[in-house]
T-cell receptor, first 116, second 107 residues
């Protein structure tokens, strides 16, 4: 069964508005969740690591004020795209990893964001 | 710089025609190599983890192998439902993904 639930699966918003994406770990408590972005025919690019109860760690080049991450519980992380612009249109995917340094990531089904 | 390169970018096969996908990597300290399947508009689905050279894993028509520099995903007698993008990822300090191979199996 699914390990990760992500919602919504798609969203269309107008430029300048904000959009929130939820990611839930269904099978286990996740102190760490990961947010990726994927452009067509491109690799998954890690945006940030979400840490329960503390600030997220952002990758180089990712604006933390634009992509707000909140990890308020051991099963829920949210990504809010603030003041969205058309160039933010992309496929956003969250993932979790079980405890264990070398465990694989398990992904949600992604959110297709289109900013008009 | 750590890198993951997958080849070919795209592959079209007839149903039943076996082939292999390649994942070449350069990392300073491999802590796992992962294969995923991704269908259009979906998140990646985990297939295999390989940790050391010589290791092999199998699942239905898929078999993954690992050497010190590359991994192969062998697909035997594929069916149209095997059509998808196959992603390779390696873990060093972080998990780095390749761009994937888009596999299309023709009936």
């Amino acid at each position: 069964g699914a390990v990760v639930s992500q919602h919504p699966s798609w969203v269309i918003c107008k430029s300048g508005t904000s959009v929130k994406i939820e990611c839930r770990s269904l099978d286990f408590q996740a102190t760490t969740m990961f947010w990726y972005r994927q452009f067509p025919k491109q690799s998954l690019m890690l945006m940030a690591t979400s840490n329960e109860g503390s600030k997220a760690t952002y990758e180089q080049g990712v604006e933390k004020d634009k992509f707000l991450i909140n990890h308020a519980s051991l099963t829920l992380s949210t990504l809010t795209v603030t003041s969205a612009h058309p160039e933010d249109s992309s496929f956003y995917i969250c993932s979790v990893s079980r405890q264990g340094v070398n465990s694989p990531l398990h992904f949600g089904n992604g959110t297709r964001l289109t900013v008009t | 710089e750590d890198q993951v390169t997958q080849s070919p970018e795209a592959l079209r096969l007839q149903e039943g025609e076996s082939s292999s996908l390649n994942c070449s990597y350069t990392v300073s300290g491999l802590r796992g190599l992962f294969w995923y399947r991704q269908d259009p508009g979906k998140g990646p689905e985990f297939l295999f983890t390989l940790y050391s050279a010589g290791e092999e894993k199998e699942k239905e028509r898929l078999k993954a192998t690992l050497t010190k520099k590359e991994s192969f995903l062998h697909i035997t007698a594929p069916k149209p439902e095997d059509s998808a993008t196959y992603l390779c990822a390696v873990r060093d300090d972080k998990i780095i993904f390749g761009k994937g191979t888009r596999l299309h199996i023709l009936p």
